[in-house]
C-alpha cells in the first residue's frame, strides 16, 4: 500500500514509517519539524520507497493518491503545545481537516492520534473509551485537549456524515529511543536526570499516576488499528496499563540507571496546571478488535531508552 504519515519526523511516527516500511509499504511522510528531528529519518531518508514533503499540514495543499493516511502531527509533551498553542490547535483542527478531505477524495482509510488527554483529569479509572472525560476547557491544557477532541468529533463526522473509512486511536503516555531528551515529559527529563547522576524533580507529592508503553508496542497497535477488518469508526484506546506513581516511577528509573541520584519534590509548574491525578487505560477493546497488547516489559523497554539516551543525549539541557 501507499500511506502517508503527518509528523513522520516524529518520535511515534518515525518508528511507525520504520515498521510499514519493512513491510513493503510505500511511506510518504509530511512534517514541519516543529517539534520533530530530521535525524528522526536518517535511516530510511534513502529507502526508494520513502518519500518526505516539508509542509505544515495545517495549510492546504494537494497530495499524492495513497491508501491509508495516518493524521500523527501535532506538539505532544505540554513543553511542546505550550510553546505552540495556537499551532496545536490548528494541527489538530485544520490539519486533522484536509488530510480527511485528501482521504475521503482518494478513498483511502484514515487514523488519527488522538490522545489519553481527551479524558482531561479522569473520573473514571481506568479509562474505557465511552467515558467522556473532565476536561477544563479554558485551560493551560486545553490547546491540546481540546483541539483533540475537535479532531475526534471532525474525523467521526466525516464517517458518519461522508462515509469516509476512519478511526480514532487514543495515545496513552509513550516512550522509548528518539523520545526529545528536552521535552520536558517525564521520561526524558527522570532518564536524562538519573543518567547525569542529577537531582530528579518530581512535581507535586508524586502520588499521581501513569501508564507507559514501550514505542514498538504502541506502532504495532496503530498499524493494526488501521489494518484490521471492523475498526471503522471505532475509538480505541492504546497503551500499556501498568501503571506508576510518579514517585514510584522516579525510584524505578533511578535504580534501572544505577547512579543513585537524589530525588526532589517542587512544585507543579504553571504551566502543568490541571495535571491529570490518575491514567491508566483500559485496553480490553484493542484486545478483541485487534488482538493487541503491549509485549515489551517496561523493566526492558526503560533499559533500552536508557540506552538510547546514554548514546545520544547527553549533555543536552532538560526542559519543565
Ligand atoms: P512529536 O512531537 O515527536 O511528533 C509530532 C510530529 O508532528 C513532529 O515531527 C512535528 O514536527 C510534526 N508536526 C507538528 N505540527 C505539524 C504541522 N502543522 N505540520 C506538519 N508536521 C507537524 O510527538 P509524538 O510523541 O511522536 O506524538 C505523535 C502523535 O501522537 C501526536 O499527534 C500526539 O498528540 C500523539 N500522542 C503521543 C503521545 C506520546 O506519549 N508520545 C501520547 C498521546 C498522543
Ligand atoms: N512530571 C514530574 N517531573 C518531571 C516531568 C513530569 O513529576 O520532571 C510529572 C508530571 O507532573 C505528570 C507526569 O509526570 O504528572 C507525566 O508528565 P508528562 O509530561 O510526561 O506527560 P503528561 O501525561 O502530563 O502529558
Redesign the pocket.
Known sequence: MKVLI?????????HLTELLLAEGHEVIA????????RR?LEAVRDRPKFQLIE?????PREYPAVDAVF???????PV?YRT?PI??M???SQ?TYHLLEHARKCGAKFLV?????AYGDPKVHPQTEDYWGNVNPVGVRAC?DES?RYGEAMTMEYHRSLDTDTRII??????GP???PD?G?VVPNFCMRALEGAPITVYGDGSQTRSF?F?SD?VEGIRRAMFTEGTAGEVINLGNPSEYTMLEFARFVNDLAGNKSEIVFEPLPESRKDDPMLRRPDISKAQRLLGWEPVVPPEEGLKRTLDWFRENALGTPASV
Open positions: 503527518s509528523g513522520g519526523g516524529g518520535f511515534v511516527a518515525s509530511v512534517d514541519n519539524f516543529i517539534t520533530g528531528d528522526n509542509h505544515d499540514v495545517s495549510l493524521h500523527m502531527a501535532s506538539p505532544a509533551s511542546g505552540w499551532e496545536t490548528l494541527v489538530n490539519g492520534a488522538s490522545t489519553s488527554e491540546y483533540k487514543r495515545i496513552f503516555n509513550t516512550y528518539r523520545n526529545q521535552d515529559r508503553c514505542v504502541l
